[in-house]
């Protein structure tokens, strides 16, 4: 396992990922809806890996649903950082994290643009669950 670190600007949310190949193999995922846009956010997501989301002041973060309203994207409410995004499907929680939240030097392939706009709600769940991290913690 690849292990990487990172978190939003304030330090309020820290993100531990383990990615089960090396970092350089992952083309992050840049969703061209407006929101994602607008933050500059592409996502990092790998279904044997793991993810923890550290949250120091649960006060302080927030979620936002957008599009389907299906997934919930983890925001910093002191620093204004898009984390990632969860979605809960029943029992199970599925992240993927912001790649620009990850800290600096590590190298990615290119980013990949997607469109899930594109997708049904039921196709994006699909996705998720298939694309998504699967070991998801989030400690408060």
């Given at each position: ?100 939240v990850i800290d600096s030097g ?34 408060s």
């Amino acid at each position: 396992m690849h292990e990487l670190s990172g978190g939003c600007h304030c330090g309020n949310i820290v993100v531990r990922v383990r990615l089960s190949r090396v970092p350089d193999s992952y083309s992050p995922r840049a969703c061209d809806c407006d929101f994602c846009r607008k933050h500059g956010a592409a996502y990092l997501s790998d279904a044997q890996g793991a993810v923890a989301i550290h949250i120091r002041d649960q006060r302080e973060s927030a979620t936002y649903r957008q599009g389907s309203g299906a997934a919930e994207c983890l925001i910093c409410r002191k620093c204004g950082v898009l984390i990632g995004a969860l979605y809960r499907g029943g029992e199970k929680l599925y992240a993927t994290v912001n790649v620009n939240v990850i800290d600096s030097g590590v190298h990615f392939a290119a980013e990949q643009p997607v469109s899930p706009q594109k997708l049904t709600e039921a196709e994006k769940i699909q996705r998720w669950q298939q694309l998504w991290f699967r070991d998801v913690e989030i400690i408060s």
